[in-house]
């Protein structure tokens, strides 16, 4: 986290614990302090306080939009694609089971959507669009303002899961028409636990979670105000210093791609160089696995993961890089980078020797013979 957040956090652990639905005064003083925390959040993505809803991270805000459709008896069409968030996609698989009709969009071998095929699928049934900012496995940036403005020309809601995006480029929710967008605290140098759903002003979706009828009846359950007052400074300190984290990030990106993709032999950067999030990066080794080559980097207190650290330990495939036509060779040898605001030159050039030596020991003791292309 930011330095001072903990400093925030811990008098609601403490003295200011308070439940905020109470109308005696530390329940007045922790619903003051929510208060607070959502006019920051809202001031990261310039939208209204009243239309930000506080959840426990970007996979229950996500969970959320993609079940209210189930509300909905004439319209039974979700337009996604095929390389969302699992939350995004298990949610979409469970519709489907129901008899909801899910479209699955094509990416490009970059991992880039083509925002004329949304136009062309969508229809009079067609009840949501919902298309990442930004990947989480491969960092490519998605033209979300131009999907936004094909939606609203044909009157469909769109929704945009912006976890992997916030902080490290400008949203502007009005501008951009968005429907719906999703956050998470831990993103942006946060809290764990706990995230954000932003709903414009007239759209009405149905209650994921029901109770006690906190956040005007659409988010039930006693409000974590520790966590939700580190959320809202974290965006306060993410928005005051959004152009120079990013430049920061970049400068380190940079290096560290030119570096590793000009010093390490059969290497391929997944994914599109130039509409790339600033923090991220997926190299594919051939003839490295993906997996030893983590557990090696961890020795030297590097850590880096195969594909999206939410399902590192379930040994799965990438299904986006499957979903890029990617070959298993490359799938398989793939690791994904990301940079933090806190991380250093010095850090990225140690990243490199390490890395480089690693490679090699590991492509020596391998059956891999450098006979053949990447594919």
């Not at 001031?43 to 969970?63: A, C, D, Q, R, V």
């Not at 759903?197 to 149905?206: A, R």
Request: proline letters at 2%; a positive charge.
């Amino acid at each position: 986290m930011y330095d001072g957040i903990l400093d925030e956090m811990i008098p609601f652990f403490k003295h200011q614990y308070g439940n905020p639905s109470s109308i005696h005064k530390l329940g007045r003083l922790s619903n003051t302090a929510i208060k607070k925390a959502k006019k920051q959040i809202a001031y990261l993505i310039n939208s209204k306080p009243e239309e930000i809803y506080i959840t426990s991270g970007g996979t229950e805000s996500n969970n959320t939009v993609i079940n209210s459709i189930s509300c909905n008896k004439y319209k039974n069409h979700i337009i996604t694609s095929a390389i969302e968030h699992d939350s995004v996609l298990q949610s979409c698989k469970k519709l489907e089971q129901n008899g909801f009709r899910i479209t699955y969009l094509k990416v490009s071998d970059d991992g880039l959507i083509d925002p004329q095929n949304i136009a062309e699928l969508i229809t009079d049934k067609t009840y949501l669009v919902s298309i990442m900012h930004v990947n989480n496995e491969i960092g490519t940036i998605q033209p979300i303002h131009k999907i936004s403005e094909i939606c609203h020309s044909k009157n469909v809601l769109f929704h945009s899961d912006a976890v992997q995006s916030a902080g490290k480029i400008n949203i502007d929710v009005q501008n951009s028409k968005i429907d719906m967008l999703t956050l998470s605290s831990h993103k942006i140098n946060g809290p764990k636990g706990v995230g954000a759903l932003y709903i414009k002003t007239g759209v009405k979706i149905l209650p994921f979670i029901m109770g006690g009828g906190q956040q005007n009846g659409f988010r039930s359950g006693t409000e974590n105000v520790a966590n939700i007052v580190g959320f809202g400074i974290a965006c306060k300190l993410t928005t005051d210093n959004i152009l120079k984290n990013s430049t920061h990030c970049n400068t380190l990106k940079n290096y560290l791609s030119y570096q590793i993709l000009h010093q390490i032999p059969y290497t391929k950067l997944n994914g599109t160089q130039e509409l790339r999030v600033s923090n991220n990066l997926n190299f594919s080794f051939l003839g490295v696995n993906g997996e030893d080559l983590i557990n090696k980097l961890d020795e030297h207190e590097i850590f880096v993961s195969t594909g999206s650290a939410c399902k590192s330990n379930t040994k799965k495939a990438s299904h986006v890089l499957k979903s890029m036509g990617l070959s298993y060779e490359r799938i398989n040898s793939s690791i994904r980078i990301t940079i933090g605001i806190h991380n250093t030159m010095d850090e990225m050039k140690y990243v490199v020797v390490v890395l480089k030596k690693i490679i090699e020991e590991l492509r020596h003791d391998s059956p891999f013979k450098y006979k053949y292309d990447f594919k």
